[in-house]
């Protein structure tokens, strides 16, 4: 099993042993990019928040350690967030 199909469903920042959904949070997909299939736990964010772009720290995407992988919500009810590119 490669690296990225190990990540699949796993709950971005999470530990590596509990990287699993939660019952009761509120969990958007990440698509394309670094964090491909990785879950984004958005419970709690203010309905302003849920249509904003997040910029999420990875050592996966072009800017290796310290780098940051861009995702904004594909739709309004923010079920998807879709890779817009890497930044420092």
């Not at 990540?7 to 698509?31: Q, T």
């Not at 928040?49 to 919500?73: D, I, K, S, W």
């Amino acid at each position: 099993m490669d690296e990225r199909e190990f990540m699949r469903g796993r709950v971005y920042g999470a530990d590596h042993e509990d990287a699993g959904p939660r019952p009761g949070r509120s969990y958007a997909e990440l698509v394309g990019g670094p964090l491909d299939g990785l879950l984004l736990d958005v419970t709690g964010r203010p309905e302003r928040a849920t249509g904003e772009q997040v910029a999420l720290g990875t050592e996966l995407g072009r800017y290796g350690p310290g780098g940051r992988a861009l995702y904004a919500p594909r739709s309004p009810d923010g079920r998807h967030y879709d890779w817009r590119g890497d930044a420092p």
